[in-house]
C-alpha cells in the first residue's frame, strides 16, 4: 500500500519560510508526477505545485509564483515544497498527492495533510 506522508508544517511570522516534505513508500515513486495541493479554512481546495515525475517540469498556481518552489529526490521517494515570503493567506493544511498514469487529471493517492499557519 503506497502511502504518502507530509511533514515539515508549522507556525511561521509572516514574510518567513517553511520547508515541506512529503515521504512516499513504494518503489516507483520516480514514476509519477506529484503535486501539492493546499485547502484554508471555510474554502475549496486548490492546486499549489506540480512536478513531472523526473524533476524536468514543473508548475505553480499565480498567487505562489516566485515563492514557491517544488523539487524531488527520487533517490528518497520524497517531494518537497520550499516556501518563502510566506504570507497570511497562504495558510492552509497541506497535502501532497500523486498523480493517476492511467487517468489524466486524476490524483490516486493523498497524504493526510500538515498544517501551515502563517501570523501576520
Known amino acids: 500500500q503506497v502511502q504518502l506522508v507530509e511533514s515539515g508544517g508549522g507556525l511561521v511570522q509572516a514574510g518567513g519560510s517553511l520547508r515541506l516534505s512529503c515521504a512516499v513508500s513504494?518503489?516507483?515513486?520516480?514514476?509519477?508526477?506529484m503535486d501539492w495541493f493546499r485547502q484554508a479554512p471555510g474554502k475549496e481546495r486548490e492546486f499549489v505545485a506540480r512536478?513531472?515525475?523526473?524533476?524536468?517540469?514543473?508548475n505553480y498556481a499565480d498567487s505562489v509564483k516566485g515563492r514557491f518552489t517544488i523539487s524531488r529526490d527520487n533517490a528518497k521517494n520524497t517531494v518537497y515544497l520550499q516556501m518563502n515570503s510566506l504570507k497570511p493567506e497562504d495558510t492552509a493544511v497541506y497535502y501532497c498527492?500523486?498523480?493517476?498514469?492511467?487517468?489524466?487529471?486524476?490524483?490516486?493517492?493523498w497524504g493526510q495533510g500538515t498544517q501551515v499557519t502563517v501570523s501576520s
Open positions: 512536478i513531472s515525475w523526473n524533476g524536468g517540469s514543473t
Open positions: 513504494g518503489r516507483t515513486f520516480s514514476s509519477y508526477a
Open positions: 498527492a500523486r498523480e493517476s498514469t492511467v487517468v489524466a487529471g486524476l490524483y490516486d493517492r
